[in-house]
């Protein structure tokens, strides 16, 4: 599968032709449309890797900018939503994205359609923080772990750091 030109179009009309990441312009500029839950170099048989909830508009390329920096797979791009991790195999339709908007950065669900919802989607079911889906909540103290240390890793390392 590849990203079709109709997907192209949605995409860089939903991100108003502006890198998510930085507000940028991206028009007559380097730009790559970025998918959040990576396709892998043999493809993807998942249903939504070339759709617009897996994809975002980014300035540069893979070895430049915004783009680059999300080709390291760092924590942050990750909490932003930016990437979506391999696994667990979680729709990117349930993890919100931090987008640079002309009113500040906000985050927004990407939805199917190629538009952008600042809820939830109606199945989703959330952590405690309001942002994450609860496949992050921790099992002991319900603590958002894509928010940060949750109460027992904080307790954990605290026990560390005292012995």
């Known amino acids: ?10 995409v860089l009309e939903r991100d ?20 959040r839950r990576a396709k892998k170099m ?4 998942l249903p939504w890797i070339d759709q617009p909830q897996n994809l975002i508009t980014v300035l540069g390329s893979g070895t430049t900018h915004c783009h680059a920096r999300m080709e390291a797979r760092g924590a942050d791009d990750k909490f932003k939503g930016y990437v979506v991790s391999e ?6 339709r349930l993890i919100p994205v931090e987008v640079a908007t002309v ?3 906000r985050w927004m669900w990407l939805t199917p359609d190629g538009g952008r919802a600042l809820t939830p989607p109606a199945d989703a079911e959330m952590a405690g923080c309001g942002i994450h889906v609860d496949f992050f909540t921790c099992d002991t103290c319900e603590g958002c772990k894509q928010c940060g240390p949750c109460g027992c890793e904080l307790a954990a390392e605290w026990a560390r750091e005292a012995s």
């Open 103 to 105: 009113d500040g950065r």
């Open 87 to 92: 696994w667990p195999q979680i729709d990117p």
């Open 16 to 35: 108003n032709w502006s890198c998510v990441c930085c507000g940028q312009s991206v028009i007559g500029r380097p730009y790559s449309l970025q998918h």
């Open 42 to 45: 043999g493809g993807s048989r």
């Open 1 to 10: 599968m590849t990203v079709t030109a109709k997907v192209r179009k949605l």
